[in-house]
């Protein structure tokens, strides 16, 4: 008897689109002004659709991140990070070292934040999924997501061979301290939620 042997079933390959493609893609016009997306490991991915909670939850923490931390550093909303060749996520808030040129030439990289905050709802198990570990594996030194559904914070720190090495909840009353703030601490309030 004969037997032939047939090859091993595999995955199609697929296409990463790296950050320069995505940039190309962009300045001629693939994307509609009103898309919402951004670069995820090499795939175009949609956001989430911003509802009034959003919007008014992300401008809350914005207004008060920038209060506390004066002209110590830039606190953006909309924000983009860049991360390695094939991700550039746009989280709802980035607090990031101060620069004279505030990062008019390029987009900042996980070195120049500080902390990463995204403002979730519907996005919650992405946020705390694929978007934690995105993160984790770049480097960025803190990231905040902020559970509307749960209403707490999650925060994740120290990144460390790919994992954060700290993580914690915070609720309602409590305060998260803020990095490179001088022991300045922000509380966690009800009215975010």
């Known amino acids: ?14 296409w990463l689109v790296s950050r320069r493609e995505y940039h190309v893609m962009a300045e001629a016009g693939v994307f509609k002004p ?6 995820i490991n090499g795939r175009i991915v949609t956001r989430e659709t911003l509802d009034p909670w959003h919007v008014s939850s992300t401008d809350i923490l914005r207004e008060l991140l920038a209060s506390l931390y004066g002209m110590k550093c830039h606190v953006r909303s909309p924000a983009v990070l860049g991360l390695g060749d094939h991700s550039e996520p746009e989280p709802d808030i980035l607090v990031l070292r101060r620069r004279e040129d505030h990062y008019r030439n390029s987009h900042p990289e996980p070195s120049d934040a500080w902390i990463m ?3 979730s709802n519907t996005s919650r198990v ?12 770049h480097g960025v ?3 905040w997501v902020v559970d509307g559904k749960h ?3 999650h925060v994740f720190r120290n990144p460390l061979e790919g994992m954060f090495r ?10 998260i301290p803020l ?10 309030d009800a009215g975010w939620f």
């Not at 009103?34 to 670069?39: F, N, R, T």
């Not at 700290?166 to 305060?175: H, W």
């Open 126 to 137: 992405y946020d705390l999924g694929s978007k934690h570990d995105l993160y984790a594996r």
């Open 1 to 14: 008897m004969i037997s032939e042997t047939q090859p091993m079933p595999r995955e199609p390959p697929s």
């Open 34 to 39: 009103d898309d919402k997306v951004e670069l």
């Open 179 to 188: 990095p490179n703030a001088e022991g300045a601490s922000l509380r966690v």
């Open 117 to 119: 905050i995204e403002v």
């Open 151 to 153: 209403r707490c914070v």
């Open 141 to 143: 030194p803190e990231y």
């Open 166 to 175: 700290e993580s914690r909840i915070y609720q309602a009353g409590e305060s």
